[in-house]
């Protein structure tokens, strides 16, 4: 991005003089707001506030947050500052399936992805080349050696290319609970069905054999409970009964990829609040 540009995400329980106390901080610190955009949810009166602002001249970003520490003391703020001039780095794990690692580093190459990615991991070889053609490291991790080992090797391999978020582009297997701790909120998954429903493995399987008449794609945070996580995004295509596993497939790999870029959209963009493991998407 040519011009600085900083992103404030702000929550905290709901109280007048919130937007006051933030878009004050932003200004009397030579700030120039772009957008604002909040949201109170009511059922548990909970505030949250996303706001792009651009540094004019004598903008310090030291006094800045000095003045928001102020407001996070009087309001109860949980608040993060994110410089645009700084990407994410984002590792990809796959195994087989290659659409939505082609998506993923499609949008990426056209510039829709703000991030860097400078690896990708698979357990499996048959995605090198890929990797290969956009010119990005490929590292094949082997479970034959047991969970704990290979996850030591992924774990090694993401310090060692300073990752900051793993998106699961349909790696097909299952991630341990203690890696899905030390990564909590940082492993963004595509899962291909409409959770809740059709949880584990053959979400299409389990679906055609329900006589769905629609099937989706949910793209959410991994933790240790398997397909559970908090949900980012979410899409459906609809479906007749004339429609067999194999068209479902198909059909379903369309909506995998537009599901898996739209949620890391909203990573990258800091559009997502989470408030005891459920988001909130301030766009």
Known sequence: MNAKKYTLTVTCPDKSGLIASITNS?????????????????????????????????FE????????????????????????????????????????????LLKHQDGQLHCEIPIVISNHPDLCAIATDFH?????????????????DILNLLKEYSVDVVCLARYMQILSPEFTRKWENRIINIHHGFLPAFKGAKPYHQAWHKGVKIIG???????EDLDQGPIIYQDVVRINDTKSIEEFVLMGKDVERKVLVE???RYLNHNIFLHEGRTFIIE
């Open 61 to 104: 970003v030291e006094n800045f947050k000095s003045l928001m520490e102020k407001n996070a003391g009087e309001f109860g703020m949980v608040w993060h500052l994110f410089d645009w001039a700084k990407k994410s780095r984002m590792a990809l794990l796959v195994s087989k399936t290659s659409h939505c690692l082609y998506e993923v």
């Open 26 to 58: 932003i200004a009397s610190s030579k700030g120039n707001i772009l957008n604002l955009a909040q949201h109170t949810a009511t059922d548990i009166s909970m505030f949250f506030c996303r706001v792009d602002f651009a540094p004019e001249e004598g």
């Open 136 to 152: 990005i490291p490929f590292f094949k991790v082997d479970p034959e050696k047991g969970k704990a080992a290979c996850e030591a």
């Open 263 to 265: 949620g890391l959209k």
């Open 217 to 223: 794609a949910t793209a959410h945070f991994a933790n």
